[in-house]
């Protein structure tokens, strides 16, 4: 499984506004049909240059997906934030696969 993690840090004076806009954002990107699911997640560390930093996750179905997702959709959908909130955002992107899964099993 291939997990796309977007790392946003928001400046506070557009936090409600961006909140907003990443809630309609997702389903955006989930509606490319590239991804099975995505969680939205706030980091809880306070960072020293302030805001407030949120991490996505997006499940690819596969490597070859996100590829595509990266080919045909990203730019357009990237710019749309970066449009409304410029330097006010910052967003860095990870491309992670996961190599194993552990969970508690109860008897």
Partial sequence: MIIYNVTINIEDSVHSEWLKWMKDHIPQV????LFSKALFTKVLVEEEMGGTTYSVQFYA???SALVQYNKEYAQQL???GMKRFGNKMLAFRTEL????????TKD
């Fill in 30 to 33: 989930l509606a490319t049909g």
């Fill in 78 to 80: 990237q710019a749309d």
């Fill in 97 to 104: 696969e996961l190599v194993d899964e552990f969970k508690v």
């Fill in 61 to 63: 179905y596969s490597r």
